[in-house]
């Protein structure tokens, strides 16, 4: 039995909804739902929460995960995490260029109708 598996089934034995266990653990039900659709997996904090809630020790809760799948969606989160990063940092970069290319238009804009009204009032 894999762990979204154990989950569900031991979230099922103590007749409990998705979102009543997320408000024993302080996480939302869609938490619940990416856990029990094995789509994440829980931090150690909480894994220490479950296993008290449900009477087991952690070895006993986790005993069937696969690491490797683990590690896969941990990589695939750490990734994600420096894409944000690298689009936050490129918006940072687009922002400075905007307003490098604001202040240059202006200046090319400012100077001639400057020079034009100078010549018109003393022409």
Known sequence: MNFNEKLISLR???N???E???AELNVSRQTISKWEGGQSY???QRLVLLSDYFGLTLDQLVKDIDVREV???NINSEQLSLIYKDVEKAKKIIMWYFIIALGVIAVLVVIPLGIFFIRTLLG
């Open 42 to 44: 829980p931090d150690f």
């Open 20 to 22: 009543e266990l997320g």
């Open 12 to 14: 099922k034995s103590k």
């Open 16 to 18: 409990l909804s998705q």
């Open 71 to 73: 590690r896969e969606k």
